[in-house]
């Protein structure tokens, strides 16, 4: 059994920052890329970085140059530094990875969220 538990959400205000943590526990053989997705009061789930195991990232436009997506491979932990936060960030922020659980077993989890919350 594969968990996902992040961490570092609430509540700041415009231009501030966070850190958010996410734990990968569990059987695991390896992780594979991971990433960190949003989805803000009634819109669709979006992608807003991925880091590969090599350290390979990428981010969606609008958070370029305030986000950093990073990781630790031994701790199995991924970051996301998130500077000068706008309105338009809040969501609950949802972590991801692709996980191999053994040689022959590849599947991608996901963690519950934390609430990023931004205020003007």
Do not use: H
């Not at 090599?54 to 932990?77: E, H, L, P, Q, W």
Request: aromatic letters at 10%; a positive charge.
């Amino acid at each position: 059994q594969v968990q996902l538990v992040e961490s570092g959400g609430g509540l700041v205000q415009t231009g501030g920052s966070l850190t958010l943590s996410c734990v990968v526990s569990g059987t695991i053989f390896s992780v594979n890329a991971m990433g960190w997705y949003r989805q803000a009061p009634g819109k669709q789930r979006e992608l807003v970085a991925t880091i590969t195991s090599g350290g390979n990232t990428n981010y969606v436009d609008s958070v370029k140059g305030r986000f950093t997506i990073s990781r630790d491979n031994a701790k199995k932990m991924v970051y996301l530094q998130m500077n000068s936060l706008k309105p338009e960030d809040t969501g609950v922020y949802y972590c991801n990875a692709d996980v191999q659980t053994s040689v022959f077993r590849r599947m991608n989890y996901w963690g519950k969220g934390t609430l990023v919350t931004v205020s003007s």
